[in-house]
């Protein structure tokens, strides 16, 4: 089992910046990736971006590359969401969550999941 917490969600007006965080605990040695993923009011959940643990590469929707970054702190098991630039249409709750099989867009191949934080960028 693996433990996702996030953290760092809030209130931002358009252009700001938030920096997610989400903890692991639990059997993290078998993580594969880590992706975040965000659901707006009435709408699907959709992929935000995903990194791969054994080599860094990275993965980012057309919709926020340039603007957010993913990172991780293997030593504190952490992994970040910096979201720079934010829009309205980026309010929404994201969530982490970890694979244990590939890296995807696709929620249905992530493992585990965080209770997610709420973003809301103000016009």
């Known amino acids: 089992q693996v433990q996702l917490v996030e953290s760092g969600g809030g209130l931002v007006q358009t252009g700001g910046s938030l920096r997610l965080s989400c903890a692991a605990s639990?059997?993290?040695?078998?993580?594969?990736?880590m992706g975040w993923f965000r659901q707006a009011p009435g709408k699907e959940r959709e992929f935000v971006t995903a990194i791969k643990l054994s080599d860094g590469s990275t993965f980012y929707a057309d919709s926020v590359k340039g603007r957010f970054t993913i990172s991780i702190d293997n030593a504190k098991k952490t992994v970040y969401l910096q979201m720079n630039s934010l829009k309205p249409e980026d309010t929404a709750v994201y969530s982490c969550?970890?694979?244990?099989?590939?890296?995807?867009?696709?929620?249905?191949?992530?493992?585990?999941w965080g209770q997610g934080t709420q973003v809301t960028v103000s016009s």
């Open positions: 639990g059997r993290t040695f078998s993580t594969y990736s």
């Open positions: 969550a970890a694979s244990l099989r590939g890296v995807s867009i696709l929620s249905r191949v992530y493992d585990y």
